[in-house]
């Protein structure tokens, strides 16, 4: 009988599983394979099965208790001794949380921005640590983890995750239980497991402002008593709100599809078996940084066509409707894959576990940072190219460059987990291997900028350009053409073993728990940088147009195939003390320390600190090869976890102080685009309080207030002549202020359903948005914002006997916020130029479940 409803169901569900995965017909052909899931311990996210009516319609005394895994086994949030914020998947659903990348503005103290010329890459801060920039060769400061697997990238990060059943971050340092690169934090990322219990399903359809539409389809299939399988599929389209008055696509168009496959084994009550494949594709069409501020700093070598470039420049402090490209906007995609297994064998107490892993990415980014106008005269931009420069460079025009990042990564991990000794001991333990391969390809030769040189003279030309105009009798419309090819390789290993054990002794009623971890952790990292630059002045004469190649600019090396590596070790402890003051409130101290591996700076335009002085006139003392050390962080945490009023009101906050050493800072050189520098600082420090509030105000009402309060310093940095210029390089990403409060009501409780209402707004303050610069200006500055969103609706709808529906009216950005979402003061012909967020936006969601 139950195998009749399940193929009954099969033929339902199927019908918009294949329309989600018809856009595979049109793609390219996915990487042979990758990674992606595995569960931080063994909570079970499986379909839950249908709950009684009457059940459904009792009324809510308590608040639910939360059950998380953060620190590798299943406990309550309430007993877990860490600052942390955890999302159901009715909080997903509601606030349409599909990612890491839709935790925007969610989380206090943490930011979610893409990277300004990649929507696809994320930029994550927790407590202000993180990474400003998105190279091949550098690692984040803030760990991903789908179902326990690490994801190395930032590239890709932006993606659609089909069936999540619950998302954690984990905020301040977690170098024991997750290892190198977590100095800020966690974010773990939970699917639903398949479950054997009966045949369950899920189908949404979304669909509101700027044609957004989205699908998502989970179909659970029990195929005997011991094998169940999952599939899941989203599907979504989006219009950017930026016209595009040029050639090319729009900007913010954007595609996404996400597949996963799973399948759950249970050949023996003691053994399980877990494995899981997923795909995801995405296309999108990037933002146009809008210049709000004309350049009037010093640009360097830019200062030579930065008059022209502001007069092919549209400015405004508002918001606009379209802006324009001077050539075709091309797409941005990117492509991810994965594999995972996950063996488990509970011997009775304790549990030995296996987690391997294998993932695949690659990423293509277009970008175009001109001036909005669609000038000709003046392109930003890696297109084709046809003109005497490229004829000369090229042997004939230059086609369009895509640049292209790809990575695959292999990880395993064994880990054991139990209790013994009475359960007074309660013991984690592991060791770990990764590797990865990557690099990122902008070969062939391609354009990078076209500009006409200044023609008021006003501006003195570098000898060479004086040189070469000096010679050339009636020569008019200098122009100056830049083209470049490069290719970046890395090769990274990682080995540690951990072990973190609490111990709970019978002294005080075992509401004392005291813990220690510790980590080893080794690395070894290869890379390897391909780079050469050409620039030429172009001119007419006598109606004819020619070009004539400079000499390669000063403070610029030509890298053929140098390579560097390099080897690091880290022992990074942790320490808690916890203690129950009674059954609903803990009290915690905490210590703990992290790591961030070294590497290479790619940006970087000097091979070594022998190459002399930067493009800027600065002799910084080092180069590509010598690269950059590991940062550590360590961090001092006092909390509580308490609820009151019979468990109607939740209270958990901390404070903290976190110690930053040989802080990892990546800063611009002055006069250019992208080449950059990355130092370490000597010491920074970062202080707060983080308030976690959620109460019952009554049955079906739901209140939660969040917020989070930062004071981040660079205490000391200095300069190749001793001097402390901390002032120079403040923290990215550390707003002062941050919070969100939230309204959940269930205002009307029948047999054939439920009436909900949400509300929320969230708070971001100041903060400085774009990498760190040694002429430090305030144009990259991003200002405080808050978003109202909001949803009303019919859940629980009965259909059938069996069937669930949910429809519901949503709104985000309620106010219609005008609001900065990235900021830059890099640019030619800005001293600042932003995105702005998304305006508000409206729309319809239905959710169909079938248990």
Same mark, same amino acid.
């Given at each position: ?5 399940? $193929? ?175 100095? +800020? ?6 699917? $639903? $497991? ?13 669909? @509101? ?234 070969? &062939? ?58 111990? %709970? ?45 400079? &000499? ?65 006139? %600065? ?7 010598? +690269? ?8 001092? !945490? ?32 002055? @006069? ?15 202080? +707060? ?148 967020? !998304? ?13």
């Amino acid at each position: 009988m139950r195998y009749r409803k399940t $193929r009954r169901g099969l033929r339902a569900s199927g019908l918009l599983l294949g329309w989600l995965s018809a856009p595979l017909a049109q793609a390219q052909e996915p990487p042979s394979a990758s990674a992606d899931s595995i569960p931080v311990q063994s909570l079970e996210a499986a379909p839950a099965p249908a709950q009684p009516a009457e059940r459904a319609l009792a009324p809510t005394t308590a608040l639910e208790t939360v059950v998380v895994t953060a620190q590798k086994r299943e406990a309550s949030l309430q007993k877990t001794p860490i600052s942390l914020l955890a999302f159901d998947s009715r909080k997903l659903e509601t606030l349409d949380i599909r990612g890491v990348g839709d935790l925007a503005s969610q989380v206090p103290a943490m930011t979610v921005d893409p990277f300004p010329t990649n929507n696809a890459q994320l930029r994550l801060f927790i407590r202000g640590v993180g990474l400003i920039d998105a190279q091949v060769t550098q690692d984040a400061a803030v760990g991903v983890y789908i179902d326990g697997i690490y994801i190395a990238r930032s590239a890709g990060l932006a993606l659609d995750v089909a069936d999540l059943a619950r998302v954690e971050v984990l905020r301040g340092p977690q170098g024991t239980l997750y290892g190198r690169n977590a100095t +800020g934090g966690a974010v773990n990322l939970i699917t $639903r $497991r398949p479950s054997t219990q009966g045949f369950s399903s899920t189908e949404s359809l979304s669909y @509101g402002s700027r044609n957004s539409l989205s699908a998502k389809a989970a179909v659970n299939v029990p195929l005997s008593e011991n094998l169940a399988v999952k599939l899941a599929a989203i599907r979504s389209t989006r219009d950017g709100f930026v016209e595009n008055l040029g050639p090319g696509g729009e900007f913010g168009d954007h595609r996404d599809l996400g597949l996963r496959f799973d399948a759950r084994w249970q050949p023996a009550t003691a053994l399980t078996a877990n494995y899981s494949y997923d795909y995801s594709d995405v296309g999108n069409y990037n933002q146009l940084f809008q210049a709000v501020l004309p350049s009037v700093t010093t640009h360097g070598s830019a200062d030579l066509f930065k008059a022209h470039a502001q007069s092919q420049t549209v400015y405004s402090q508002r918001r606009l409707d379209a802006l324009a490209t001077s050539a075709p906007l091309a797409e941005s995609s990117t492509e991810v894959s994965g594999h995972a297994l996950t063996l488990a064998y509970d011997f009775g107490g304790y549990e030995l576990k296996y987690l391997g892993a294998y993932r695949q990415l690659d990423d293509s980014t277009y970008s175009d940072l001109g001036g909005g106008l669609g000038s000709q005269t003046y392109r930003l931009d890696t297109q084709a190219y046809s003109g005497p420069a490229a004829t000369m460079a090229n042997g004939g025009p230059t086609p369009l460059q895509i640049p292209r990042v790809f990575q695959d990564q292999w990880s395993h991990e064994l880990q054991l987990s139990g209790k013994w000794f009475d359960e007074q001991l309660d013991l984690v333990a592991g060791v770990y291997a990764f590797e990865e391969n990557g690099g990122e390809d902008g070969r &062939p030769l391609h354009h990078i900028l076209h500009s006409v040189i200044d023609p008021s003279g006003q501006v003195p030309l570098p000898p060479a350009i004086a040189q070469v105009l000096g010679g050339l009798t009636g020569a008019v419309n200098p122009q100056l053409v830049s083209f470049r090819d490069y290719l970046f390789g890395i090769r990274n290993e990682a080995q540690a073993f951990y072990t973190q054990a609490t111990w %709970s002794p019978d002294w005080f009623q075992r509401r004392l728990h005291l813990t220690a971890g510790f980590r080893h952790s080794r690395d070894r990292r290869y890379a390897l940088k391909d780079s050469h630059s050409r620039q030429y002045i172009q001119v007419e004469q006598n109606g004819q147009g020619f070009a004539v190649e400079l &000499p390669e600019s000063s403070g610029t090396d030509t890298f053929d195939n140098v390579q560097a590596s390099s080897r690091y070790s880290d022992n990074s402890p942790s320490f808690n003390v916890q203690y129950e003051l009674s059954e609903s409130a803990t009290l915690y101290l905490s210590a703990a320390r992290a790591y961030k591996s070294g590497g290479f700076n790619v940006r970087d335009p000097q091979i070594s600190g022998a190459s002399g002085a930067a493009s800027d006139g %600065s002799d910084y003392g080092f180069g590509f090869v010598e +690269g950059f050390k590991p940062e550590t962080v360590q961090s001092t !945490e006092l909390g509580i976890k308490s609820e009151w009023l019979g468990r109607r009101l939740r209270l958990n906050g901390d404070v903290f102080r976190s110690d930053y050493r040989d802080q990892q800072i990546n800063f611009l050189i002055p @006069g250019t685009v992208s080449d950059s520098k990355t130092l370490n600082a000597g010491r920074s420090r970062i202080s +707060g309080l983080e308030l976690d509030l959620t109460a019952l105000l009554a049955p079906g009402m739901v209140l939660g207030l969040n917020y989070a309060l930062l004071d981040a310093q660079t205490l000391e940095v200095l300069d190749l002549d001793g001097n402390n210029v901390a002032d120079r390089y403040p923290f990215s990403s550390a707003p002062r202020h941050s919070g969100s409060a939230s309204l959940d009501w269930t205002f009307l409780k029948r047999g054939w359903g439920n009436l909900r209402a949400y509300l929320g707004y969230n708070y971001t303050g100041l903060r400085q948005g774009s990498a760190s610069l040694r002429d430090y200006r305030d144009g990259a500055q991003v200002p405080a914002y808050g978003l109202l969103t909001g949803q009303i609706g019919v859940s629980s709808f009965r259909l059938g006997g069996k069937g669930r529906l949910d429809v519901a009216l949503y709104g985000r950005n309620l106010l219609d916020e005008e609001y900065v979402a990235i900021a830059i003061d890099n640019t030619p012909q800005a001293d600042r130029a932003v995105v702005f967020g !998304e305006p508000r936006s409206l729309g319809v969601n239905l959710i169909y479940r079938y248990r």
